[in-house]
């Protein structure tokens, strides 16, 4: 698998609805509930009946920390798996900086070591947008992240990019997992109708 993955969705539905196709990432560790952490990396919508839309994926992710409801933010760091950052305060101010090896080389760790009411959020971006967050990361606490290189599709009636998807209107809680390791070009349609049902397929990855 190269730098990024190149992604193109195809509407092959009968949905008249306008759904609206989202993508997002899990942390992989067992307590990571989806339905309340998870977030809208990208949000795809007016994709007509063969209609497509390109994008790509990159491999690359970086993360940040983010206080005061997220009007105040660190700069944005190259994220390793295996490694562990610190947000801290130095001379500066508040800041991120890397700070040796995770406790686990699967994983990454972000420890606040900065007193700011209600604690920071740690944020992880990829292409710019908004991937996924932890709230409320209080003084002395760690936030662990496990990142597979994998996304989730899902459709919704209402939901915008970075937007939580527990303020979403989704049209369904079941959401297809795609596996991009060692992949560089995928294609994936939506299939179904009203009657049947909704589901997406790869219709080709290499």
Known sequence: MGSKVKITYINKSMNKDLPKIFLFV?????????????????VIEDIGRESSCRFTFPIETEVCASWNKGTCS??????N????????????GITIIPDASAGDTK?????????????????????????MTKNIVGY???????????????IASEIQEGEQLSSAVLDSD????????GASNVTVALY????DGYQFKIESQE
């Open 74 to 79: 660190t700069k944005k760091l190259l994220s």
């Open 107 to 131: 994983s990454i760790d972000v420890c606040n070591d900065v007193h700011v009411e209600n604690g920071i959020s740690v944020d992880f971006y990829k292409d710019g947008n908004i991937m």
């Open 192 to 195: 179904g109708n009203a009657k």
């Open 26 to 42: 899990k942390n992989e560790i067992p307590t990571f509930d989806c339905l309340k952490e998870g977030i809208a990396w990208k």
């Open 174 to 181: 079941h959401f297809f997992e795609q596996n991009l390791e």
């Open 140 to 154: 002395g606490q760690k936030a662990t992240f496990v990142l597979h290189p994998k996304l989730y599709w899902g």
């Open 81 to 92: 798996i295996g490694s562990k950052y610190a947000v801290l305060k130095d001379d500066t």
